[in-house]
């Protein structure tokens, strides 16, 4: 062996067998998982032990009162459907409008195509707080106010959706509708059956963020909803809160209920929702 290869080459030395980064990430990540987990702790608690200061960092025990007491809530399971109901519809609505709407305004150029476009992505920096009275005016109008009806109209579509689409649509090669038209088919056909099969991280991302922003929404089933047969999951937990005395183990165990499909929708859609906001940055 010669001297040379002795040698030891610069970069040749051992490495960390994981990225830098996570030295710095893996702490970061642990701070936003504490309040989490705490809540999963809390949850198995008794008021005592919740209300006690110093506050306790783990049960002493698993106490499931909290649990019972979520459970044996006769709404509780119609608070779960509702909000499950309005949630899958706003999904799948904004798949099929914003998909619709995105490959429009991406692919069809129209009169004032760019100038509508615009407004619709204005409405995007109104706060909701301008809104929510006229939107309030519109359902009752519409008869809709107290009613599931009041908390999906106006969550058929959103303009996020259309704009993270369209995006992603501007990036696929035209020659692929273009091969699509030569065998016959129509711009719909081309739509299902080529361009929304390559748009999955798109799609993914889209469903994902309406199912979180519907599932955790508050303050406007709070007031288009008076009876408690139409509560969402959000608004049932809001009345464990009492004036005088508040159930924190079943509002704990309650969150810890909710949270668990959002923790679902998102680890299905984490894998393409990165490679989808990659791949959408701004153009035309």
């Known amino acids: 062996?010669?001297?040379?290869?002795?040698?030891?080459?610069?970069?040749?030395?051992?490495?960390?067998?994981?990225?830098?980064?996570?030295?710095?990430?893996?702490?970061?990540?642990?701070?936003?998982?504490?309040?989490?987990?705490?809540?999963l702790?809390?949850?198995?608690?008794?008021?005592?032990?919740?209300?006690?200061?110093?506050?306790?960092l783990f049960p002493h025990g698993i106490h499931l009162d909290g649990y019972l007491y979520v459970l044996r809530n006769a709404l509780f399971?119609?608070?779960?459907?509702?909000?499950?109901?309005?949630?899958?519809?706003?999904v799948l609505a904004n798949l099929v409008f914003g998909s619709l709407a995105g490959y429009a305004f991406a692919r069809i150029r129209f009169l004032g195509s760019r100038v509508l476009l615009?407004?619709?992505?204005?409405?995007?920096v109104i706060p909701f707080q301008i809104t929510m009275i006229p939107t309030f005016l519109l359902m009752s109008r519409l008869r809709l106010t107290d009613t599931l009806g009041a908390l999906i109209v106006p969550s058929l579509v959103t303009p996020f959706a259309v704009f993270l689409l369209r995006q992603f649509f501007l990036r696929l090669p035209p020659e692929l509708e273009e091969a699509a038209r030569i065998d016959g088919c129509s711009r719909l056909r081309t739509l299902v059956s080529v361009i929304l099969p390559l748009a999955r991280p798109a799609l993914a991302t889209v469903a994902a963020l309406t199912f979180l922003t519907t599932w955790n929404d508050l303050t406007?089933?709070?007031?288009?909803?008076?009876?408690?047969?139409?509560?969402?999951?959000?608004l049932g937990l809001a009345t464990f809160q009492g004036q005088h005395r508040t159930e924190w183990p079943a509002v704990m165990a309650g969150n810890v209920i909710t949270i668990l499909p959002v923790?679902?929708?998102?680890?299905?859609?984490q894998r393409t929702f990165v490679q989808s906001l990659t791949s959408t940055a701004v153009k035309g």
């Open 1 to 39: 062996m010669t001297t040379a290869d002795t040698v030891r080459r610069p970069g040749r030395g051992r490495r960390l067998p994981f990225s830098g980064w996570h030295l710095l990430l893996a702490p970061l990540s642990m701070g936003f998982a504490l309040p989490l987990l705490w809540l």
């Open 41 to 56: 702790a809390s949850s198995f608690m008794t008021n005592a032990e919740i209300n006690r200061f110093p506050p306790a």
């Open 77 to 90: 399971p119609r608070w779960f459907a509702n909000t499950a109901i309005v949630a899958i519809v706003a």
């Open 118 to 124: 615009a407004v619709m992505l204005a409405t995007m």
């Open 220 to 234: 406007w089933p709070l007031i288009a909803i008076t009876s408690d047969h139409q509560y969402t999951l959000q």
């Open 263 to 269: 923790l679902v929708a998102f680890l299905l859609a």
